[in-house]
C-alpha cells in the first residue's frame, strides 16, 4: 500500500491549539463494527457506553522536559536536542537541529552542572548524546528542560500538567499519549465503580511520533524501537478478561502497541520488558485489542495507519471525513474516537 492512500483533507482551523476543559468535555465520535453504527457524544459518556466487565489498558508514561539546547564549547554555536530514548544511566539518542552543526566528538555546555558530548551520528538529524554532570541527572533536567509539543500546536499551555495524563507515573517519554488526556479521576472512579476495569502498561513515546513516513509504499517505512513493559499482575488481569471474554480495550495507540507486540499467537499477554518496533498497518490481523479509544491522527501516519488495520481504510477515511464535517477537533489536543 501506499502512504498516499492514507490521505484525507483537513482544515487548519481543525487542528486543535489548546486542550478543553474539563478534560472529559471534548467530543467523542463513537462507532460500532458490529452494527456500522456512527454516534456524536461527548467523552464523560463513557459510562453510557461502555460495559460493566471492560477492561481499559492504559499506558502511564510521564513525559519528561525533553528538549535542551546547548551551546558548543568550540564556536559558541546553538543546537536543540529532544531527548527520545535512554540507552543507559548517561546516554540517549536524539534528535536534533540544526543537524549540519551537530558534529561527531562536538561538545555542548547545557548548564553549568552538564556537558554532552555527541558520540555518534544517525540518519535524519538523529544524534547520540553522552552526558558528564555533576548531581541528579533528572534534577538538572527539569531545571533546564522544556516539555516538546508537537510541531503543529503554536499556542503556549498555561500548565505543562495538561500535556500529561492524570495517571500518569514513569517518566520517559518524548511526547503524551495523547488519547488519555481526556480522563479525569471523576470518570475513571464514576468507570470503576460501574465495574469497568483499568489496567496499566507501559510505552515511552519517542521517535516515532516524530518522523512522518517518507516511503511512498508503507512497508518500506522503518518504524524506531520504542521501550515498553508488562508486568506479570497487568498480563494476569488482561488475560483474564480475555478468557471471561470481557472487551479489551486499549486507550491509544501506544497501549495498542504494547499488547500487540506482548501477545503470542493465541491472544496472551506475555508479562515482559524490552523494545518494541512494531508497525501496524492493513491488512494486520489483531490478536489482543478488541476496541480502541484514539484521537483523529495526522493523515499519511503511522497511527491512521494503525486505525486503518483495526477499521479497515476505507471505513476509517469516511470516519475521518464525517469528523472534518462535524467540525471536530483533530489531533493531540482534539476530540476522541470510540471504536468497538
Known amino acids: 500500500m501506499n502512504k498516499s492512500d492514507f490521505y484525507y483533507e483537513l482544515p487548519g482551523e481543525l487542528i486543535a491549539q489548546t486542550p478543553v476543559e474539563p478534560r472529559d468535555s471534548s467530543r467523542m465520535l463513537v462507532y460500532d463494527r458490529s452494527t456500522n453504527a456512527v454516534l456524536h457524544r461527548h467523552f464523560y459518556d463513557l459510562p453510557k457506553i461502555l460495559k460493566r466487565g471492560d477492561?481499559?489498558?492504559?499506558?502511564?508514561?510521564?513525559?519528561?522536559?525533553?528538549?535542551?539546547?546547548?551551546?558548543?564549547?568550540?564556536?559558541?554555536?546553538?543546537?536543540?536536542?529532544?531527548?527520545?530514548?535512554?540507552?543507559?544511566?548517561?546516554?540517549?539518542?536524539?534528535?536534533?537541529?540544526?543537524?549540519?552543526?551537530?558534529?561527531?566528538?562536538?561538545?555542548?555546555?547545557?548548564?553549568?552542572?552538564?556537558?554532552?558530548?555527541?558520540?555518534?551520528?544517525?540518519?535524519?538529524?538523529?544524534?547520540?548524546?553522552?552526558?558528564?554532570?555533576?548531581?541528579?541527572?533528572?534534577?538538572?533536567?527539569?531545571?533546564?528542560?522544556?516539555?516538546?509539543?508537537?510541531?503543529?500546536?503554536?499556542?503556549?499551555?498555561?500548565?505543562?500538567?495538561?500535556?500529561?495524563?492524570?495517571?500518569?507515573?514513569?517518566?520517559?517519554?518524548?511526547?503524551?499519549?495523547?488519547?488519555?488526556?481526556?480522563?479525569?479521576?471523576?470518570?475513571?472512579?464514576?468507570?470503576?465503580?460501574?465495574?469497568?476495569?483499568?489496567?496499566?502498561?507501559?510505552?515511552?513515546v519517542g521517535l516515532g511520533t516524530f518522523l512522518p513516513v517518507k516511503t511512498d509504499d508503507i512497508e518500506n517505512h522503518k518504524m524506531h524501537s520504542e521501550y515498553y513493559c508488562v508486568t506479570q499482575s497487568a498480563a494476569d488481569k488482561i488475560n483474564a478478561a480475555k478468557a471471561a471474554g470481557r472487551r479489551v480495550i486499549a486507550v491509544g495507540t501506544t497501549s495498542v502497541r504494547v499488547l500487540e507486540s506482548s501477545a503470542n499467537t493465541d491472544g496472551q499477554i506475555q508479562a515482559g520488558s524490552g523494545d518494541t518496533n512494531i508497525f501496524i498497518y492493513p491488512p494486520y490481523k489483531f490478536k489482543a485489542v478488541d476496541g480502541l479509544i484514539t484521537n483523529f491522527h495526522l493523515p499519511e501516519s503511522t497511527l491512521i495507519m494503525l486505525v486503518s488495520a483495526f477499521l479497515g481504510r476505507e471505513k476509517t477515511l469516511e470516519l475521518y471525513n464525517t469528523a472534518v464535517e462535524e467540525r471536530y477537533r483533530f489531533f493531540s489536543f482534539g476530540d476522541a474516537t470510540l471504536l468497538l
Open 55 to 204: 477492561l481499559l489498558v492504559v499506558n502511564n508514561t510521564k513525559v519528561l522536559p525533553a528538549r535542551v539546547t546547548g551551546v558548543k564549547t568550540d564556536t559558541g554555536a546553538k543546537i536543540s536536542f529532544l531527548l527520545h530514548k535512554r540507552l543507559d544511566k548517561n546516554t540517549w539518542e536524539t534528535l536534533c537541529r540544526p543537524a549540519k552543526r551537530a558534529k561527531l566528538g562536538s561538545v555542548l555546555q547545557f548548564s553549568p552542572e552538564m556537558t554532552g558530548t555527541i558520540i555518534k551520528e544517525g540518519e535524519a538529524g538523529e544524534r547520540t548524546l553522552r552526558f558528564t554532570y555533576d548531581g541528579v541527572f533528572e534534577e538538572i533536567l527539569n531545571s533546564i528542560g522544556e516539555v516538546p509539543l508537537p510541531h503543529y500546536i503554536h499556542k503556549q499551555l498555561k500548565s505543562i500538567d495538561r500535556y500529561q495524563t492524570v495517571y500518569a507515573d514513569t517518566v520517559g517519554s518524548s511526547a503524551a499519549p495523547t488519547a488519555g488526556l481526556h480522563f479525569t479521576t471523576r470518570l475513571m472512579d464514576e468507570l470503576k465503580a460501574m465495574g469497568v476495569e483499568f489496567v496499566e502498561v507501559l510505552l515511552h
